[in-house]
């Protein structure tokens, strides 16, 4: 498995999400605690939602984006052997092709 280095957006990226994550539960939290005890404003509740579709979204864009780089590259290798080799490419791979008669 190759390592890759992270580029400063990514980690810019990766590092707000995971601030946005623990801010929200924190506030979350706090709200338990502050008077009235046991009762969460709904504007705590609601920090906490767009926190965790922040950093849902920003990690799962990433995630999404390297597995698909990851099938293409493994697809385009795949591709060239086929063809150093004398064979014809298997394009039965290929997204969208139906192979029903």
Same mark, same amino acid.
């Given at each position: @498995? $190759?390592?890759q280095k992270l580029d400063i957006k990514t980690k810019y990226a990766i590092g707000t999400a995971v601030v946005a994550f623990v801010a929200g539960w924190? @506030?979350?939290? +706090?709200?338990?605690?502050?008077?009235? #005890?046991?009762? %969460?404003? *709904?504007?705590?509740?609601? =920090?906490?939602? /767009? +926190?965790? %579709?922040?950093? !849902?979204? %920003?990690?799962? =864009?990433? @995630?999404?984006?390297?597995?698909?780089? +990851? #099938?293409? &590259? !493994? *697809?385009? &290798?795949?591709?060239?052997? *086929?063809?150093? /080799?004398?064979? $014809?490419? *298997?394009?039965?791979?290929? $997204?969208?092709?139906?192979? $029903?008669?």
């Open positions: @498995m $190759e390592t924190g @506030m979350t939290i +706090a709200g338990f605690i502050i008077p009235p #005890k046991g009762e %969460v404003h *709904d504007s705590v509740l609601w =920090i906490l939602g /767009q +926190a965790l %579709v922040y950093t !849902a979204s %920003v990690l799962g =864009i990433g @995630m999404y984006f390297n597995n698909q780089m +990851a #099938k293409f &590259r !493994a *697809d385009t &290798r795949r591709y060239i052997r *086929d063809i150093e /080799q004398g064979r $014809e490419p *298997d394009d039965s791979q290929e $997204e969208g092709t139906d192979n $029903e008669s």
